[in-house]
């Protein structure tokens, strides 16, 4: 993993913090860019071609930092579908980063699991929620200012989702033989 960081926050604190948000999920190949902003309160892209995310954060930024979010659970109708509008409160530039950089990151793992990587955005924001509130402590509330349980923000599997990105090209490419007799778990299989 390259992790460059242009900003005047700490690389090495950036990269413990993404490195234990993410657990035991894969980073071989991964370009991580981090810079200010040029105006925007935030930003991120992920470049699935090139396994690069860059993330871009408003220096101009005052703390906690209250970021809207796509995690609540959609409501329905018979015509029409909504989504109430939580923010997460992040302490500080840290934490605005780390969530951004999860939120591209997820993007990034379900491209490698090969899944549609297309209307992902409340997949990818539940994923960074849940570890700034499991890892550094931040409070997802509602559009009143109240916290919000839990079970209406995180309701979905989501590292069953991507599970298939833990087998990398190079340990599926051990498993089976161009033209060649099965290995590993196949062969153990048959």
Known sequence: MIFQNR????????????L?????????GLDIRIRYSRGADFSGTC????SRLHVNLGGHL????????????????RSTWWKPLYTIELADGYQVVT???LHEYYHWLVRRAERNTRRKEAMCDRFATRALVDHFGAAVRCPKGRPVPRGEWDFQDLDRFVARALLTRRATSELVQPFGEPTGLFAEAM
């Open 20 to 28: 234990t948000a993410i657990g035991g999920w894969p980073v071989d």
């Open 62 to 77: 005052r703390y906690p930092y209250r970021m809207r979010t796509y995690v609540a659970r959609a409501s329905t109708s």
């Open 7 to 18: 900003t005047t926050l700490n690389t090495e604190r950036l990269q413990d913090m993404f």
């Open 47 to 50: 470049f699935y071609e090139r």
């Open 99 to 101: 969530f951004v950089l």
